[in-house]
T-cell receptor, first 114, second 111 residues
């Protein structure tokens, strides 16, 4: 079975540019999560969706970040404009709904903003 | 106080050793607990869920102490391939889907 699929795997861009990260959750999973991981702050939840609806975006750093989930099989995380401090690994994870369900992670997008 | 606290390590142990990690959590309403494993430059992967009565999966044993709000992971007969960072994970409370990840405990198994 296909796991969570993220693209691109790596992104290097200059500050000020728009960055779009993509995620395809595991088929049948109705919860989707976007995380950011850095050495300093560890793994931080940015936003999560349940049945395509954003439930909690309290982790989104600022207005430069936005996320959408137009359907059950696709989500995007957009940063506009990007800044060097946004450099991190961004993970998407999906799960069945419910706190007892483990989350399954994609390979991540390694983002570098110059 | 952090929601989930772990000793960052590193724990350096020889092959064949038994090693244990502890993790404490602050939200007494949390009901779901997991251990994840993360290899260098890879994504976190579920190692095992942690059940109230404790559970075992091969060389790995997880325990939960609700009264003291801590979780433990015991690894017996360590292998070189066990070298990784182990993340303690707790849900936000009740049936909440949000999980809080600890910053991880690094394990290095040596010859």
């Amino acid at each position: 079975d296909a796991g969570v699929i993220q693209s691109p795997r790596h992104e290097v861009t200059e500050m000020g540019q728009e960055v779009t990260l993509r995620c395809k959750p595991i088929s049948g999973h109705n919860s989707l999560f976007w995380y950011r991981q850095t050495m300093m702050r560890g793994l931080e939840l940015l936003i999560y969706f349940n049945n395509n609806v954003p439930i909690d975006d309290s982790g989104m750093p600022e207005d430069r970040f936005s996320a959408k989930m137009p359907n059950a099989s696709f989500s995007t995380l957009k940063i506009q404009p990007s800044e060097p401090r946004d450099s991190a690994v961004y993970f998407c994870a999906s799960s069945l709904t419910g706190g007892q369900q483990p989350q399954h992670f994609g390979d991540g997008t390694r983002l570098s903003i110059l | 106080r952090k929601e989930v606290e772990q000793d960052p390590g590193p724990f350096n142990v020889p092959e064949g050793a038994t090693v244990a990690f502890n993790c404490t959590y602050s939200n007494s309403a949390s009901q779901s607990f997991f251990w994840y494993r993360q290899d260098c430059r890879k994504e976190p992967k579920l190692l095992m869920s942690v059940y109230s009565s404790g559970n075992e999966d091969g060389r790995f044993t997880a325990q939960l102490n609700r009264a003291s709000q801590y979780i433990s992971l015991l690894i017996r007969d360590s292998k070189l391939s066990d070298s990784a960072t182990y993340l303690c994970v707790v849900n936000k409370g009740g049936t909440a889907s949000k999980l809080t990840f600890g910053t991880g405990t690094r394990l290095q198994v040596t010859l």
